[in-house]
């Protein structure tokens, strides 16, 4: 599982970031990416990895600004284009279908392959087997959702010598044991698959964060979270220009990280205001509140262990 | 004047060319730039020139596919951003406001300045003192329009040698006579400004075609014009495939320029089919019909003699 930032940067692209969209790369647990805000120019940016349009699998709108949506159209275009024909479904605020169905129609762009766009107001947006995705209101001064994405805990790996000491030998019946099932020796003993189990392995937890103001609904976002995600579109000195404007701060994040108990931090959307020895200075008052933060750029990749 | 391309490809970006938009460059003229389509990730090539979204005082769109108008919100929202308080105005087939109207109310972009955005049916869509452009409807399976950028003529420079010998001091009366003015000398003289003015300086022609099958009407856009510039699509070979999907050939395009007696030819749409020597190749093919060709790349910068 890794986090591929595409765009980190905010309001408007500059040389050094493009607006925002991220990957959560999925390709072991599914063979899928799941894709978080789709600014302007989200497909050039992917063109510089090895990401393919055709695993996109699905795509979360944090919110309805330009910088986090006017990249849509042409990615869904472009991964047409690109042949693929897996079906790909958008979650999103209110507002989002119309204005896909909209650009789509008035370009006359007709998709190979069949695309749902969920509109929601918060809550499980997504579950499945292996994941389920909650959307939490956020404060954006328009509805603005962090997705939190938690994997669900997968259980052990069957402890085949402890099986073998048993006399069972390995067979078909190891993947029903694996599954929990029971099975009968010819002595009669009865073996219960989940005594042979080591013990389950946790479900990780990625909390993304779109734009929003400091607010008690972050906390339900990013408890225990692995890796949390979060906006810093200002710096320390600028709270009240935070506040005004539905931005968060550096130290507003990193204070969220450490009373969450997150185990890593990411700050994003980061303002072009902020060049060089500037961008520094905004990790160093993040890092004084939260060690284990780092402040993503466009193209990193970040394994999530 | 120059022209500066922004976006040379076909279809969908690639790492070399970005989708379809260029820049007329109208500094020394007027002050002023005027877009000519505006594919997604316009604005992010924008900021690898000089070019100021300020400056941007028109913006032409050629047709509704997506290659072409995904990146007109985004800039429309930059160029605010900077804070551009001048009008800008649209130009663009049916379908254009609509599209440009949704995409700002959906995303809660409000613009700092005036917009205002002309749809037409081809015909005369703009005129002042210094230039006509004209929409010429293509052939491209919708409505899709090449415009012709005449500038009018220019009216010679004053002779100031002829005038002072003819006892006319440098002064007010000289803007009188080169505005085509007459004045009397003391001696009574009656002096005729135009016989004071060297010959008029004629206007440049500029020749842009959007997406277009081979067709009659191009005759009428590409006629005398200092430059033309025409999307080549398929090379010399697929002229059947280039039919089918409303595209051009590089022959069918020299062979327009030679017929048209234009000046120069800019080959431009050019798909990512085709990477090094194959760019050559359709250069070769164009070449050999009509020798002044170049085949456009992004970022390319032509200075109109
Ligand atoms: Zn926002
Ligand atoms: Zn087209």
Excluded at 16 to 43: H, I, K, P
Excluded at 251 to 272: D, E, F, G, P, Y
Aim: hydrophobic residues 35%; charged residues 25%; contains cysteine.
């Amino acid at each position: 599982m890794n986090v591929l930032f595409l765009g980190t940067g905010a309001g408007v692209p500059s040389k050094q970031r493009n607006v925002s969209s991220l990957a959560l790369e999925l390709l072991e647990e599914r063979g899928a990416v799941w894709l978080f805000d789709c600014g302007e120019g989200t497909q050039h940016q992917i063109l510089h990895t090895s990401l393919k349009l055709r695993k996109i699998e699905k795509i979360f709108i944090t919110h309805m600004h330009g910088d986090h949506i006017f990249g849509l159209p042409g990615l869904l275009g472009s991964r047409s284009f690109q042949g693929a024909e897996d079906p790909l479904t958008i979650y999103g605020p209110k507002g989002i279908t119309q204005f896909v169905k909209a650009a789509l129609a008035h370009s006359q762009t007709h998709l190979r392959y069949p695309i749902e766009v969920i509109e929601g107001e918060g809550g499980i947006v997504f579950e499945d087997e292996q994941f389920i995705v909650e959307a939490i209101l956020l404060e954006h001064g328009l509805p603005s959702y962090g997705y939190r994405v938690m994997e669900k805990d997968k259980p052990g790996t069957l402890m085949a010598d402890k099986l073998m000491a048993a006399g069972i030998k390995p067979g078909p019946a190891y993947q029903e044991l694996k599954d929990g099932g029971t099975l009968e020796t010819e002595e009669g003993k009865v073996i219960h698959g989940s005594d042979f189990l080591g013990p389950p392995k946790k479900g990780k937890i990625i909390s993304i964060c779109g734009d929003t103001r400091s607010c008690p609904q972050l906390s339900k976002l990013a408890e225990d979270a692995d890796l949390l995600i979060h906006e810093a579109t200002f710096g320390e000195e600028d709270e009240k220009l935070a506040y005004e404007y539905y931005h968060s701060t550096t130290i507003q994040a990193a204070a969220l990280a450490k009373q969450c108990r997150v185990k890593q931090l990411v700050l994003t959307h980061i303002s072009a205001r902020y060049q060089g020895d500037q961008v520094g200075a905004l990790l160093n008052e993040a890092g004084k509140i939260y060690s284990n933060t780092i402040i993503a750029e466009d193209l990193l990749r970040l394994e999530i262990k």
